[in-house]
């Protein structure tokens, strides 16, 4: 059974760096492209960074060169550095592979002030 559960949200000021830490059972993140999406209020889930089993990374374009995806294979986990985090970024942010499983985390809430 898969579980994914987010951390590391929370209310954070435009200009911020938080990072967030997803924590997976039931699926090897190393084996797998894993992903960061994030779904404002009253929009879409949007697919937000992306790292494949071999290393390559992908952005964005409204988050390229500020927010950096990582994978602990040890670990089995996946992180999402963000930076110079802008008030439209304020979503829900989930982890989850690419293609998305049918089951998601509760995901973790990121608000940012202006």
């Known amino acids: 059974q898969v579980q994914l559960v987010e951390s590391g949200g929370g209310l954070v000021q435009a200009g911020g760096s938080p990072r967030l830490s997803c924590a997976a059972s039931?699926?090897?993140?190393?084996?797998?492209?894993v992903a960061w999406y994030r779904q404002a209020p009253g929009k879409q889930r949007e697919l937000v960074a992306r790292?494949?089993?071999?290393?390559?990374?992908n952005y964005a374009d409204s988050v390229k060169g500020r927010f950096t995806i990582s994978r602990d294979n040890a670990k089995n986990m996946v992180y999402l550095q963000m930076n110079s985090l802008k008030p439209e970024g304020t979503a829900v942010y989930y982890c989850?592979?690419?293609?998305?499983?049918?089951?998601w985390g509760k995901g973790t809430q990121v608000t940012v002030s202006s």
């Open positions: 790292i494949s089993s071999i290393g390559s990374t």
């Open positions: 989850n592979r690419t293609p998305s499983l049918t089951y």
């Open positions: 039931g699926i090897i993140f190393s084996l797998n492209t």
